[in-house]
């Protein structure tokens, strides 16, 4: 009996795993243009326009402020599900890493001092994050933070 019941579960364990084994992870455009918006206490990072050594030489400070800037994602190199990626806006530039989920729907992303999830829709990927201050110090990363959203559509 008991041996009934063992094979009986694994039947049914490979009838349910053969779905999520046959999903197929996308292989992502390399290229992507879009625009990211965001709010934020202090400046976490270089592509906000308030950050005192932007080319704009924005605001210094604690203060609540927003931005918008437009950029570009390059796929740097994909291998399955995992990437390495580069945004780049008029501000500089931030590498991330990003692993897609086992249905090729979402990407974790993460960089030195961002975090964020995004969407993928065919030819357009977008999301949130947060980024903490990146400076080096902790009363930086204590006293700067951001939420932000992006949306970026594929190159042909």
Known sequence: MNKTISTTLLLLALVFARPALSQSVPSLSKNWKGVSTGTSVGVTIGH???NPSSPDKGKQGDEFNVFTVPGSLE??????RHLDLMYRSAYGQTRYIGTISADGKLIQLASFHSS???????DRMFGCGESRGSN?????????YSAWCSEFVAEQ
Do not use: D, L, R
């Open 75 to 80: 796929i740097i190199e994909q291998k399955g």
């Open 136 to 144: 080096g110090s902790f009363e930086h990363w204590a006293g700067n």
């Open 116 to 122: 964020a999830i995004f969407n993928i829709e065919g």
């Open 48 to 50: 906000n326009p308030n």
